[in-house]
């Protein structure tokens, strides 16, 4: 059984991150800043000191490096190294910020993007924070900072990830990459996309 940590999960849980960590293989940690959500663990991306370094094999990050302010970014990526397994690695998914401008320079900031379970969202939403949930006092959705594919890929490299595969959905307005810890082949890369990266 491997251990994966779900880093900023909100209210969900494994079966809401990929489809090879939703799998009966893989145990879930949960780690969050809000504790009403009841997370396993209470704590930041930037400082992760309850969990032990070394010990899980993978961490999972659905929209989270975007609440943090940029300079915070390298502590967090080094936070995710410190607990990764020598063999361990990443999976990070964040809003693509070239698909969004590219609605702002349309002059759609306000216009529904896409549709979401919580409803529509709009580029607004994209760059600053889901609106309807931050009026609700929830201010932990604030964005502070954005990424390109180009910037998320270099970013991970500069903060010491030995490989990483990214790519850009634009219909999705989002990035995944993965990153792992030691130096991986092209296809190790490709397996590990094709198992945690949506199709």
């Known amino acids: 059984m491997r251990t994966f940590l779900h880093v900023g999960c909100g209210g969900k849980d494994k079966a809401h991150t990929t489809a090879a960590f939703a799998g ?12 009403a959500i009841h997370p396993d663990i209470v704590g930041t991306m930037t400082d992760m000191k309850a969990v032990s370094s070394e010990s899980v094999d993978a961490v999972f990050s659905s ?6 302010y940029p300079h915070e970014v390298p502590l967090a990526l080094a936070e995710f190294l410190r607990v990764l397994k020598p063999d361990g690695f ?15 320079a349309e002059d759609k900031l306000i216009e ?13 939403d ?36 030995m490989s990483v595969a990214s790519l850009r959905r634009q219909e999705s307005f989002d990035l995944w990459a993965i990153a792992t810890r030691t130096l ?3 296809i190790e890369l490709q397996e590990l996309a094709g198992a945690h990266v949506p199709h």
Request: charged share 15%; proline share 6%.
């Open 112 to 124: 529904a993007a896409y549709l979401s379970p919580a409803g529509p969202i709009t580029p607004l």
């Open 63 to 68: 929209h989270n490096i975007e609440h943090l």
């Open 126 to 161: 994209i760059l600053y924070g889901h609106r309807p949930q931050m009026a609700a006092g929830n201010l932990y959705m604030a964005h502070r900072c954005g990424f390109t594919r180009k910037v998320l890929h270099g970013t991970l490299l500069n903060c010491g990830f």
């Open 184 to 186: 991986r082949s092209e």
């Open 24 to 35: 009966d293989n893989w145990q879930e940690i949960r780690l969050d800043i809000n504790e």
């Open 90 to 104: 990443t999976v990070i998914t964040c809003p693509d910020l070239q698909s969004v401008a590219a609605l702002v």
